[in-house]
C-alpha cells in the first residue's frame, strides 16, 4: 500500500531561520513520484515541486530546497531563512508514474509551519 | 488563463438537501478530480476523470455522483446531504501531454460546505 507520513504536526519558527519538513513515503511501486504542496491561510493549493524516483539529485529553487533519499525513502523540505509569507500548511504527497489520472495522488497529514516575525 | 475555478466558496445544507458543486478549467487538462479535505487532514480522492464522459470512483465516492460532458466542466453533486460531508472541497486538473505519464495536479480554491 501507499502512505505518505508527515509527523510533524505543527512547526514554530522565528523569521529568517532555517526548517527542514519532513516526509517519509510508502510505496511498492520502484517508479514513482513525489510532490509538495502548500496551503497558505487563503486555502488554496499552490504546486511547488515534482520529483522523480529516477533522479535523486537534490534541487534548490531560491529559498527552497528538497533532498530526496531513496535509501531512507524520504522527500524531506527546507526553507532558508523563513519568512512570515511562509506560514502555511505543507503537503507532501506521492503516485505512481505512468497511469496518467488512474494514479492516485496520496497525500500526507501536511505541516502546519508558522513563522513568527 | 483563470486556472481552475469552483463555485461557491461557501455554503450550508440543511441534512437531506442535494446540492451541485461547480468546477471548471480553462487549460484544455484532459485529467480532472474531487477531493474532500476534513479538518487537519490530507486530501481524499472522491471521484476523477480522465476525459470528457469518462468517470471513476476515487477513495471516498459514497454519497457523492459527477459528470463530465466537456473537457472544462466536471461538477459534483452532492445528494441527501448528510453531516459526515461537511468538508472543504478541491476541484483539480492536470495535464495528459505525456499519455499515460502523471503530472502535476492544479487545484481550485475550494468551496466550504457545512451540513447542519
Known amino acids: 500500500a501507499q502512505k505518505v507520513t508527515q509527523a510533524q504536526t505543527e512547526i514554530s519558527v522565528v523569521e529568517k531561520e532555517d526548517v527542514t519538513l519532513d516526509c517519509v513515503y510508502e510505496?511498492?511501486?520502484?517508479?514513482?513520484?513525489l510532490f509538495w504542496y502548500k496551503q497558505p491561510p487563503s486555502g488554496e493549493l499552490v504546486f511547488l515541486i515534482r520529483?522523480?524516483?529516477?533522479?535523486?539529485q537534490n534541487e534548490i529553487s531560491g529559498r527552497y530546497s528538497w533532498n530526496f533519499q531513496k535509501s531512507t525513502s524520504s522527500f524531506n523540505f527546507t526553507i532558508t531563512a523563513s519568512q512570515v509569507v511562509d506560514s502555511a500548511v505543507y503537503f507532501c504527497?506521492?503516485?505512481?508514474?505512468?497511469?496518467?489520472?488512474?494514479?492516485?495522488?496520496?497525500f500526507g497529514t501536511g505541516t502546519l509551519l508558522a513563522v513568527q516575525p | 488563463n483563470a486556472g481552475v475555478t469552483q463555485t461557491p466558496k461557501f455554503r450550508i445544507l440543511k441534512i437531506g438537501q442535494s446540492m451541485t458543486l461547480q468546477c471548471t478549467q480553462d487549460?484544455?487538462?484532459?485529467?480532472m478530480y474531487w477531493y474532500r479535505q476534513d479538518p487537519g487532514m490530507g486530501l481524499k480522492l472522491i471521484y476523477y476523470?480522465?476525459?470528457?464522459?469518462?468517470?471513476d470512483k476515487g477513495e471516498v465516492p459514497n454519497g457523492y455522483n459527477v459528470s463530465r460532458s466537456t473537457t472544462e466542466d466536471f461538477p459534483l453533486r452532492l445528494e441527501l446531504a448528510a453531516p459526515s460531508q461537511t468538508s472543504v472541497y478541491f476541484c483539480a486538473s492536470s495535464s495528459s501531454r505525456g499519455g499515460t505519464e502523471t503530472y502535476e495536479q492544479y487545484f481550485g480554491p475550494g468551496t466550504r460546505l457545512t451540513v447542519t
Open positions: 510505496t511498492r511501486d520502484t517508479t514513482y513520484y
Open positions: 476523470s480522465v476525459g470528457a464522459g469518462i468517470t
Open positions: 520529483r522523480n524516483s529516477f533522479d535523486e
Open positions: 487549460m484544455n487538462h484532459n485529467y
Open positions: 504527497a506521492l503516485s505512481g508514474i505512468y497511469g496518467g489520472a488512474t494514479n492516485k495522488l496520496i
